[in-house]
C-alpha cells in the first residue's frame, strides 16, 4: 500500500512538472514571438474562423438571454391575468347572467396562458439551450489548438536552434576532446569524443521527436477545427429559422384562442348589461304603475268641486219673481237649479211682460 501511495505521489509530481515546465516554454516562446526574436505560426482563414465563431456565440448568447427575459415576461403577464380574472370571479354574483360561462371563460383562458408558456419553453427555448451547449466544447478545442501551435513552434525553433548550433558545438568540442584523447591510455583513446558525438546526437533526436509529436498533436486538432467550425458557423441559420418559427406559430394560436375567449366575455357582459337594463326599465314601470293607482283613488274619495264662473264676470242678483208669473222649474218638473244662461233669459222675458202689461193699461 505504501509502495502505491509513493508511486501516485511520485506520477502526480511528475505531472506537474511537466505541466510546469510546458507552460514557462510557452510564456518564453510568446515573449519571444511578441520581442519579433521567433517567428510565429498564422493561419488567415482559421483566424476568419474563429472570428466567425465568437460572433455566433455571442449572438446566440444574446439570443438565449432575451429569450429567457421573453419568458419571464411571459409568466408575468400570466400571472397578472390570472389575478385580474380571479377577481372577477370573486365579484360575479351567482344570480347573475352567465356565471358558469364567465367561469368556464376563466379556466380557459389559464390553460392558454399555461400551454403558451410551456410550448415556448419546449420548442424555442430549448432549442436555444442545445445549440449554445456545443459552444463551450469548440471553444476548449481551440484554446487548446491555440496552445498545442506554441508547442509547436517552440520545439520548432529549437529543433532549428540545434540544426544551427550542431557544427559549432562540434568544432569547439573538437579540440578539447584531442588534447584529453592524446593524454589518455591507448585503451581509453576514441571514447571521449564518441561520448561527446553520442550526447550531441542524443539531445538532436530528442529535439527531432518533440518536433514530430508536437506537428502531429497540433495538426489533428486544426483539422478537426477547419472541419467542425464552418458546419457550426452554417448551422446558425437554421436554429434561427426554427426558433422564431415555432414562436410565430405559438404566438398567432395563443391570440387566436385569446381573441375568442375575449369575446366570449364581451358576449356575457353585454347580456349581463341588458339583464340590468331590463330589471331597471321593469322597475320603473313598476313605480309609474303605483303612482296611477294612487291617484285615480284620491280622484275617487274626494267630493266634485263646484262650476266657477267665468273671470272678470260678477254673479247678478237674483229678483223676485210674481205670483203670475209661471215657474219654470215647476212646469218643468224639475227641482234643479236653473243655469245662469236660462236665469238671464228669465228675467229677459219678466221684463218684457211687464212692458207690455204698462202699454196694455195705457191703451
Known amino acids: 500500500m505504501a509502495e502505491t501511495g509513493n508511486t501516485g505521489k511520485g506520477v502526480t509530481a511528475g505531472k506537474l512538472a511537466s505541466t510546469v515546465q510546458k507552460r514557462l516554454s510557452r510564456a518564453q516562446e510568446k515573449v519571444l514571438q511578441k520581442l519579433g526574436k521567433a517567428d510565429e505560426t498564422r493561419d488567415a482563414v482559421f483566424e476568419e474562423m474563429v472570428a466567425n465563431f465568437n460572433k455566433q456565440m455571442g449572438e446566440g448568447t444574446k439570443l438565449q438571454r432575451d429569450m429567457k427575459a421573453y419568458m419571464v ?3 408575468t403577464l400570466h400571472e397578472a391575468s390570472r389575478r385580474l380574472q380571479d377577481c ?3 365579484m360575479y354574483e351567482p344570480e347573475w347572467f352567465g356565471k358558469e360561462e364567465m367561469n368556464a371563460v376563466v379556466e380557459d383562458t389559464d390553460t392558454l396562458w399555461l400551454d403558451f408558456h410551456q410550448n415556448i419553453t419546449d420548442n424555442s427555448m430549448l432549442s436555444i439551450d442545445s445549440y449554445l451547449a456545443q459552444f463551450p466544447e469548440v471553444k476548449a478545442r481551440i484554446a487548446k489548438r491555440d496552445r498545442k501551435m506554441v508547442d509547436f513552434d517552440s520545439a520548432r525553433h529549437h529543433f532549428s536552434s540545434l540544426q544551427k548550433g550542431k557544427k559549432k558545438d562540434e568544432a569547439k568540442i573538437a579540440k578539447p576532446t584531442a588534447l584529453l584523447e592524446m593524454a589518455a591510455p591507448s ?11 553520442a550526447q550531441t546526437n542524443l539531445s538532436y533526436n530528442q529535439a527531432e521527436e518533440e518536433l514530430g509529436r508536437s506537428q502531429k498533436i497540433f495538426e489533428e486538432l486544426n483539422v478537426e477545427l ?3 467550425l464552418p458546419v457550426l458557423w452554417d448551422s446558425r441559420v437554421g436554429v434561427y429559422v426554427n426558433t422564431f418559427q415555432n414562436l410565430a406559430n405559438h404566438q398567432e394560436k395563443f391570440h387566436k384562442e385569446m381573441s375568442k375567449l375575449s369575446q366570449n366575455l364581451n358576449d356575457i357582459m353585454t347580456k349581463l348589461d341588458e339583464q340590468r337594463q331590463i330589471k ?3 322597475a320603473a314601470a313598476k313605480a309609474g304603475d303605483k303612482s296611477e293607482d294612487a291617484n285615480h283613488s284620491q280622484a ?5 268641486r263646484k262650476a266657477s264662473l267665468p273671470p272678470g264676470r260678477p254673479p247678478r242678483p237674483a229678483e223676485p219673481l210674481d205670483e203670475d208669473t209661471p215657474d219654470i222649474n215647476t212646469q218643468c218638473g224639475t227641482t234643479q237649479a236653473p243655469s245662469w244662461d236660462a236665469r238671464v233669459r228669465l228675467v229677459s222675458l ?3 211682460f211687464k212692458v207690455a202689461l204698462l202699454f196694455f193699461s195705457a191703451c
Open 280 to 282: 331597471k326599465d321593469g
Open 73 to 75: 415576461a411571459v409568466k
Open 187 to 197: 585503451w581509453a583513446q576514441g571514447l571521449l569524443s564518441a561520448h561527446q558525438v
Open 300 to 304: 275617487a274619495s274626494s267630493p266634485p
Open 226 to 228: 477547419q472541419d467542425q
Open 88 to 90: 372577477l370571479a370573486d
Open 350 to 352: 219678466h221684463f218684457l
